[in-house]
C-alpha cells in the first residue's frame, strides 16, 4: 500500500483520508502537557515533548498536547495550519500523521 506523504518544515507527515478524532478531543489533547500525565519523567520523554511543543506552538503552525499515554510512552495530539489549511495531527512513536478536520 502506498503512502501519501508530505514534506513540511523538515518533517515528513503521513495523510490520512479520514477525521483520525473529534474537534473537541483535540480541543482537550492541547491543554495536556507532561506534568498532568506523569508524576515524573524521563530527560528522554521531555525531549519529546518538547520538539513537539516547539515545531508545532512555538514556530506559530497550531497547538498541541498530550493525546494519550502511558508507562512507555506517550501520543500527542493537536491542529496546525499548512499552506493556510487547519489539519489535524497525530504523533506516535513511529509515525507522524496529519488527516482532515470536521467542519467547524
Given at each position: 500500500m ?12 503521513e ?90
Amino acid at each position: 500500500m502506498n503512502k501519501t506523504v508530505l514534506e513540511w518544515c523538515g518533517i515528513t507527515f503521513e495523510i490520512m483520508d479520514k477525521t483520525m478524532f473529534s474537534n473537541s478531543v483535540i480541543e482537550k489533547d492541547c491543554e495536556k502537557i507532561l506534568s498532568n500525565c506523569y508524576k515524573s519523567f524521563s530527560k528522554r520523554k521531555l525531549s519529546i515533548f518538547d520538539y513537539w511543543k516547539y515545531y508545532i506552538e512555538y514556530r506559530g503552525f497550531g497547538e498541541c498536547g498530550i493525546h494519550t499515554h502511558n508507562a512507555h510512552f506517550f501520543t500527542i495530539g493537536g491542529y496546525m495550519f499548512i499552506n493556510g489549511i487547519k489539519v489535524g495531527v497525530y504523533i506516535t512513536p513511529k509515525h507522524n500523521y496529519i488527516f482532515p478536520l470536521e467542519s467547524e
